[in-house]
């Protein structure tokens, strides 16, 4: 079994200013106020409320793509929001947020969940056929 490395992962010093910069651009279009805090592989983006965070996004630092949370610590891979360099290309005042028409993030967007919804199956169990007389 390979050891985990514990090195933090190096990124390059526009990278600070972009999430920075994408910190700035959620404050102003939201109106809310937001925090990043550093990690190994990933950068939190967390909505701070009444004194609390609440954890938005993760942002990966090898290639800065933006990715939902399902929580405090975990990813959600299936949500991806383009990357810090496309931040002007999404509307993110929704609490999904969408990419806006005619953008090449809305043609790979609408790429990735056609992806998904073909990987969705029926849910439930099955229902149960009862023989009629």
Known sequence: MAKK???VIA??????TKINAFVEHLQ???GES???SAGRK???VFKVVDMEKKCAFMVRRSDGSIFGTK????INYRRTFGTIDTVSEWVWTTKR???LENTPSAVAHSAREAELAKSYGPRGRPRKVLASN
Request: hydrophobic share 35%; net charge negative; aromatic share 16%.
């Open 5 to 7: 490395s514990n090195e």
């Open 11 to 16: 990124v390059d010093p526009d990278y600070v």
């Open 28 to 30: 102003t279009v939201t």
């Open 34 to 36: 937001f925090a990043s």
């Open 42 to 44: 990933f950068d939190k």
């Open 71 to 74: 929580s405090w610590v975990m």
């Open 97 to 99: 947020p969408k990419p």
